[in-house]
């Protein structure tokens, strides 16, 4: 008797695990970029994004006589016709810029955009949390790029500010063409 008490004890709990684990939601990690709001839930966001970091062309620090901090921005022209389209779709609807999984921007948008212009702002009160999260926009594009060129010797005649200038200059799709036309000769 002790022993069936004792399996339906651990069966109990192991419906009540298997129930808790089920109820909790699953953290999502989405990579850094612009996704659609779908809703008002807590996780309301499209799955996939419409751009991401790697496909940012330009990103720039601006600030406003005030002092209020901006990120403003291009996407690559390689998705430019993408963001147009989808800034269509959500005309009348918000957008929102995940950072390290944390919706940072949320707004709404007015019209097609197809120049590729965007603009990451936040409110005041942690708008100096701007400068943080540039600085790191901009190492993650860095990042991307080298991880491309990963194999390629570094030239020791510029310093490493300057070759994270050239690298903030080229987007991650120019870079990859530019990498398969050395890998392969015959596109030349």
């Not at 419906?15 to 309301?44: I, K, T």
């Not at 994004?49 to 291009?74: H, M, Q």
């Not at 998705?79 to 929102?96: P, S």
């Not at 955009?113 to 600085?135: A, C, L, V």
Request: with cysteine; charged share 25%; glycine share 4%.
């Amino acid at each position: 008797m002790k022993i069936v008490s004792n399996l339906l004890g651990i069966g109990v709990m192991f419906c009540f695990l298997v129930a808790c684990s089920q109820s909790q939601p699953q953290a999502v990690h989405r990579e850094n970029g612009w996704y659609y709001v779908l809703g008002e839930n807590q996780d309301s966001l499209s799955r996939e994004p419409i751009v991401t970091v790697k496909e940012f062309a330009e990103v720039r620090l601006d600030s406003d006589t005030s002092g209020v901090y901006v990120i403003t921005g291009v996407v690559s022209k390689h998705k430019q016709q993408e963001w147009a389209d989808a800034t269509e779709r959500a005309v009348g609807k918000h957008i929102a810029f995940v950072f390290n999984d944390s919706i940072v921007s949320s707004p709404q948008v007015n019209q097609r955009i197809e120049s590729g212009n965007f603009q990451i702002s936040i409110p005041r009160e942690r708008n100096s949390d701007i400068p943080t999260i540039f600085r790191q926009l901009c190492k993650e594009k860095i990042d991307t790029i080298d991880s491309l060129f990963h194999d390629w010797e570094t030239d020791s005649t510029y310093t490493s500010q300057e070759q994270d200038s050239m690298k903030m200059e080229i987007d991650y799709w120019e870079a990859k063409m530019l990498l398969e036309s050395f890998s392969n000769p015959e596109l030349h």
